[in-house]
Each structure stands twice: as structure tokens, then as C-alpha cells.
Nanobody, 127 residues
Framework: QLQASGGGLVQPDGSLTLSCTAS????????MAWFRQYPGKEQEFVAG????????????SVKGRFTISRYNDNNNANSTVYLRMNNLKPEDTAIYYC??????????????????WGQGTLVTVSS
């Protein structure tokens, strides 16, 4: 299961870090990603990180502002993925979800390719 946390209210140009702990499966072998969802819209890819080689992928709208990273616990194959969000803008306001999947090769950005999901955490950027 995936457990996300860290959302909240932040002022424009502020920073926030989201965390997602994945346990119960060997998530250290899964690619992990963050998606976000606006009201009435479908989830969109924000950032992803490869399970092994550290490769990352970002949506154009967050490149240079957001940083995804992960920690794999080799003792139990659990993983924690982080999303550091800097220079936040009002348009970053959304519910953020973490997701995980076994993927071959690249980091997929399609929501349908992710089978495991966290419960979502709300990020509100407002003055």
C-alpha cells in the first residue's frame, strides 16, 4: 500500500515536500511517480523516478521547480518517494497522488500503466 503525506496550504513562490511510503510489496523494484488532479479533470503526470538507476521524468509545467527522489529500504524492499516542490504557483493547486508500477525501460507517464495508488494529498497554493 502507498501512503502519501505532506500536503497543505502554501503561499505562492513557497515550497512544500510531499512524501509517499510504499510497503507490503517489493516496491523497491517499482517505478514510482506523482500525479495530480484538478477538479473535474483527469489525473496528469507530474514526475516519475526509475526503480533502480535514478532516472527521472517531469512534466514540462514543473521542470526546474519540482524534484522527485526516492529511498529504497533494502532490508524490506519498501520505498519512500519524495516530491520537493519549489516556486509554487496557484496553478499547482491540486490533489497529488503517488503511484507505483513495474515498468520495463522507460518511466511511463500514462496513468493507466500504474496499478498501485496512494490516497491523495491536497496542495493549495494561495495568498
Amino acid at each position: 500500500q502507498l501512503q502519501a503525506s505532506g500536503g497543505g496550504l502554501v503561499q505562492p513562490d513557497g515550497s512544500l515536500t510531499l512524501s509517499c511510503t510504499a510497503s507490503g510489496r517489493p516496491f523497491s523494484f517499482y517505478n514510482m511517480a506523482w500525479f495530480r488532479q484538478y477538479p473535474g479533470k483527469e489525473q496528469e503526470f507530474v514526475a516519475g523516478v526509475h526503480w533502480n538507476d535514478g532516472r527521472t521524468a517531469y512534466a514540462d509545467s514543473v521542470k526546474g521547480r519540482f524534484t522527485i527522489s526516492r529511498y529504497n529500504d533494502n532490508n524490506n524492499a519498501n520505498s519512500t518517494v519524495y516530491l520537493r516542490m519549489n516556486n509554487l504557483k496557484p496553478e499547482d493547486t491540486a490533489i497529488y497522488y503517488c503511484a507505483a508500477a513495474v515498468q520495463v525501460g522507460i518511466i511511463y507517464t500514462n496513468v493507466a500503466t500504474y496499478a498501485s495508488w496512494g490516497q491523495g494529498t491536497l496542495v493549495t497554493v494561495s495568498s
